[in-house]
Nanobody, 127 residues
Framework: QVQLVESGGGLVQAGGSLRLSCTASGRTFRGYAVGWFRQAPGKERAFVGTITWSNDSTYYADSVKGRFTIARDNAKNTVYLQMNSLKPEDTAVYYC????????????????????WGQGTQVTVST
């Protein structure tokens, strides 16, 4: 069993930056792909980005590409989501999720692929 804890959310002005952390406990992240999703009020949970285990490949939603970066620190058992040039439309609860088994990198864009989820952290971007 993998327990995930997100941190780093908060209130930031448009154009600012935040770095979210996703730390695993119970087991290491070794062998797991880790994804980030977000859910804004009244909207469905949406894919933000993901990082694979095998070669640290990263994939991003078009809406965040070029602004957000995912990286992992295996020594700290943590995956980061660096968010730059934040916009009000980035306001949401952000969740990290992990999975060990998946059928192809493209499947990592789907929330159904992930077995473990964190509790979420609120990100609010003001104008």
């Amino acid at each position: 069993q993998v327990q995930l804890v997100e941190s780093g959310g908060g209130l930031v002005q448009a154009g600012g930056s935040l770095r979210l952390s996703c730390t695993a406990s119970g087991r290491t992240f070794r062998g797991y792909a880790v994804g980030w999703f977000r859910q804004a009020p009244g909207k469905e949970r949406a894919f933000v980005g993901t990082i694979t285990w095998s070669n640290d490949s990263t994939y991003y939603a078009d809406s965040v590409k070029g602004r957000f970066t995912i990286a992992r620190d295996n020594a700290k058992n943590t995956v980061y989501l660096q968010m730059n040039s934040l916009k009000p439309e980035d306001t949401a609860v952000y969740y990290c999720a992990a999975t060990r088994y998946y059928s192809g990198d493209y499947s990592l864009r789907g929330s159904y692929t992930y077995d473990y989820w964190g509790q979420g952290t609120q990100v609010t971007v003001s104008t």
